[in-house]
């Protein structure tokens, strides 16, 4: 099982760090990825972290070098840093597991509740 929280109302150039945190054993087993729906959009690959943290996969240009995704298998917890936050970055994010990496949110195994985040001006 698993529970996203930490999201909240962000200004636009801000940060927040969102946490995805999983009951069980197996955690470890699996790569953990972050996907967001931002209003009256599909859902969209964020990113993902590998088992033991050495890989890490980020969406696209736009993100890269603004969002920063690390994980404490210690404490069952993956975190999404997100800086210089956007009007664009809206949206409910949402935490998945898989055995696998993908950036397909379709076939996902595990999945969080949202939780929203809000950049405003």
């Known amino acids: 099982q698993l529970q996203a929280f930490g999201g909240g109302l962000a200004q636009v150039g801000g940060s927040l760090r969102l946490s995805c945190a999983a009951s069980g054993r197996a955690f470890n087993l699996y790569v953990i990825h972050w996907f967001r729906q931002p209003p009256g959009k599909e859902r969209e690959f964020v990113a993902a972290?590998?088992?033991?943290?050495?890989?890490?996969?980020i969406a696209d240009s736009s993100m890269k070098g603004r969002i920063t995704i690390s994980r404490d298998n210690a404490k069952n917890t993956v975190y999404l840093e997100m800086n210089s936050m956007k009007p664009e970055d809206t949206a409910v994010y949402y935490c998945?597991?898989?055995?696998?990496?993908?950036?397909?949110?379709?076939?996902?195994?595990?999945w969080g509740q949202g939780t929203q985040v809000t950049v405003s001006s």
């Open positions: 972290i590998s088992l033991d943290s050495s890989g890490t996969y």
């Open positions: 998945a597991a898989r055995r696998t990496y993908t950036t397909n949110w379709e076939i996902m195994t595990y």
